[in-house]
């Protein structure tokens, strides 16, 4: 990953970390962990197994996890964001790095990543060696098992589509932008703060997002080794990773042999 992609990216976490604490870390776990759960139990995992969550972010779904007695550690590249991990699941382990670079023993049963993290990795020879970090970080026979969003989505209704939230303490909005010819997503977001007559604008920012092709995944996951591959778009109405119906995301599911 290219440093100013990963600074940009990083800084914008930072920023947008609280928000990340108060609401979407929250919406996100309560959606993924009963299918992440149904992943496990299928897969003759038990709630002793050794899981790995890469884009942890919050920690929202590693203390849930961790809170059913499973051995749990959170990676991620936000110090703020892992801030707030810690305080929310102080038996976890947290480990500050980019999912590029970082290098663990093969100890995991299990690598988890949710909400799409890996299209914040914007190389695909960059989301190679990421792979390659998950491939050794994992025993034999590990499940390696993550969600991410294709080219499709991004230049469909993802693009120039605008959300945002207010509460009494912040209110946010962003615009997200994809380059059809690049492939690049921009999310541009705004934080207002309260002050004495109304608020203030206090923050602009932006993190950056990749729309892969579902054949450059599925090379990247075989150039890391992984075999035994599957992957199913999200239409139906039950899925291993979550009940949600949107075209152009796609749940993956690998194994290290």
């Not at 947008?16 to 993924?32: L, Q």
């Not at 810690?86 to 947290?94: D, G």
């Not at 590029?100 to 690598?111: A, E, I, M, N, T």
């Not at 608020?199 to 993190?207: A, I, N, Y």
Request: charged share 25%; aromatic share 12%.
């Amino acid at each position: 990953m290219t440093e100013n992609t990963t600074t940009t990216n990083v800084i914008a976490y930072d920023a947008f970390a609280r928000i990340m604490n108060d609401d979407w870390g929250v919406a996100s776990a309560e959606i993924y962990f009963p299918s992440i759960e149904e992943l496990l139990r299928k897969n003759n995992f038990t709630n002793q197994s050794s899981i790995l969550d890469i884009f942890c972010g919050a920690g929202h779904l590693v203390q849930k996890l961790q809170d059913q007695g499973y051995q749990v550690a959170g990676l991620d590249s936000s110090p703020e964001l892992l801030n707030y991990a810690r305080n929310r699941s102080p038996q976890s382990k947290f480990i500050l790095e980019d999912a590029c670079h970082f290098k663990l023993p093969d100890s995991f049963d299990v690598v988890i990543s949710t909400a799409f993290g890996f299209n914040h990795i914007t190389q695909l020879e960059d989301l190679t060696l990421a792979f390659k970090n998950v491939y050794d970080s994992l025993k034999t026979d590990g499940l390696f098992a993550f969600d991410i969003r294709l080219n499709k989505l991004y230049k469909g209704g993802w693009n120039r589509s605008i959300i945002g939230d207010v509460n009494d303490e912040y209110a946010w909005t962003m615009i997200r932008l994809y380059n059809q010819k690049t492939r690049i997503g921009e999310n541009h977001f705004t934080i207002f703060e309260p002050v004495d007559n109304g608020w203030e604008r206090s923050k602009d920012l932006k993190w950056i997002a990749k729309g892969y092709e579902i054949q450059e995944i599925v090379s990247s996951l075989k150039n890391a080794k992984f075999s035994e591959i599957n992957c199913k778009e999200r239409k139906k109405k039950k899925k291993w990773f979550t009940k949600a119906k949107k075209e152009g995301i796609y749940d993956f599911v690998a194994r290290k042999r």
